[in-house]
């Protein structure tokens, strides 16, 4: 199985910045992609930002140019650096990973971290 530690969360007045950072560890033969998600209340979960395993970034409208994603690849580390916050960012963020299992099908797997809720105050 795959572990996620999901930390960075609080609450931050609008404008303030957070870094939230996911780090991986368990079985598995490569990450594919690490990501956030996010679920405010009554909203649908959305995704925020994505790493692939080429570097590649993708940000959901509404974060880009204030988000940043990166990745430790030594240390199987995943960040997210968000600067002017804004009330509407206050979700739960999920760290979402996609591995390859260790399995000689090394088939694609996702895993979930816990959330770590993300306040930010007009």
């Known amino acids: 199985q795959v572990q996620l530690v999901e930390s960075g969360g609080g609450l931050v007045q609008a404008g303030g910045s957070l870094r939230l950072s996911c780090a991986a560890s368990?079985?598995?033969?490569?990450?594919?992609?690490m990501g956030w998600y996010r679920q405010a209340p009554e909203k649908q979960r959305e995704l925020v930002a994505l790493?692939?395993?080429?570097?590649?970034?993708t940000y959901v409208d509404s974060v880009k140019g204030r988000f940043t994603i990166s990745r430790d690849s030594a240390k199987n580390t995943a960040y997210l650096q968000m600067n002017s916050l804004k009330p509407e960012d206050t979700a739960v963020y999920y760290c979402?990973?996609?591995?390859?299992?260790?399995?000689?099908?090394?088939?694609?797997?996702?895993?979930w971290g816990q959330g770590t809720l993300v306040t930010v105050s007009s």
């Open positions: 979402n990973v996609v591995v390859r299992a260790p399995t000689s099908g090394y088939e694609y797997l996702e895993h």
């Open positions: 368990g079985s598995f033969f490569s990450i594919n992609s």
């Open positions: 790493i692939n395993r080429n570097g590649m970034t």
